[in-house]
């Protein structure tokens, strides 16, 4: 059974930075594209960035309210994806998912975690 | 504000048939041809229920279906059940890896 489980969220201040990890079961995640999709407290589900593959060479993209401050990479050894957050915003309160592709293939979000709650406030 | 554009609610009865419709509001959401449809628990992980505008993953019951016409792409929920009641959000592949969700449309079965 294929499981994405995300970790790192918690209470964060203003300014300051937090690195999200997502780890897999029943698959490598390094093989595959991922994205994370974040929903803030009452409101809509946010494409928030993707990376490809390795094999694909790794490129990312970022929304445009993220991009600058979020980072996306790998370890491959460990095959983890992390989302690296700097400069936080209160704004970027939010349940982060980290997502993956299946059988229906990479243009969407087959697989998600449970999120993780990432609360940015002073 | 979305590019994609849903109406905030929609209801119906068990055994009823809704439709959710998903509105192309920008040239941002690329050329429509890789829509998805995810519903989502409060408190769950999103699942996904259509890909591709019509296409459904192995697992989902044949009474979800999609469709096209134009920069609008639906969702309809036919013989509506209370398990169905949740939040439902379309999704675009928009453009070079990049991906745009609608507003969201919550469902509630009366």
């Known amino acids: 059974e294929v499981q994405l489980v995300e970790s790192g969220g918690g209470l964060v201040q203003p300014g300051r930075s937090l690195r999200l990890s997502c780890t897999a079961s029943?698959?490598?995640?390094?093989?595959?594209?991922m994205s994370w999709v974040r929903q803030a407290p009452g409101k809509g589900l946010e494409w928030v960035g993707f990376t490809r593959s390795k094999h694909y060479g790794g490129t990312t993209e970022y929304a445009a309210s993220v991009k600058g401050r979020f980072t996306i990479s790998r370890d491959e050894y460990k095959d983890i994806a992390y989302l690296q957050m700097n400069s936080l915003k209160t704004e970027d309160t939010a349940v982060y998912y980290c997502?993956?592709?299946?059988?229906?293939?990479?243009?969407?979000?087959?697989?998600w975690g449970q999120g993780t709650l990432v609360t940015v406030s002073s | 504000q979305s590019a994609l554009t849903q109406p905030r609610s929609v209801s119906g009865s068990p055994g009823q048939s809704v439709t959710i419709s998903c509105t192309g509001t920008?040239?941002?959401?690329?050329?429509?041809?890789?829509v998805s449809w995810y519903q989502h628990h409060p408190g769950k992980a999103p699942e996904l229920m259509i890909y591709?505008?019509?296409k459904r993953p192995s697992g989902v019951p044949d009474r979800f279906s999609g469709s096209k016409s134009g920069n609008t792409a639906s969702l309809t929920i036919s013989g509506l059940q209370a398990v169905d009641e949740a939040d439902y959000y379309c999704c675009s592949y928009a453009d070079t890896f990049t991906w745009v969700f609608g507003g969201g449309t919550k469902l509630t079965v009366l």
């Open positions: 029943g698959f490598t995640l390094g093989d595959r594209a």
């Open positions: 591709d505008v019509n």
């Open positions: 997502t993956s592709y299946g059988s229906s293939g990479w243009k969407n979000f087959d697989y």
């Open positions: 920008s040239s941002g959401v690329g050329d429509f041809n890789y």
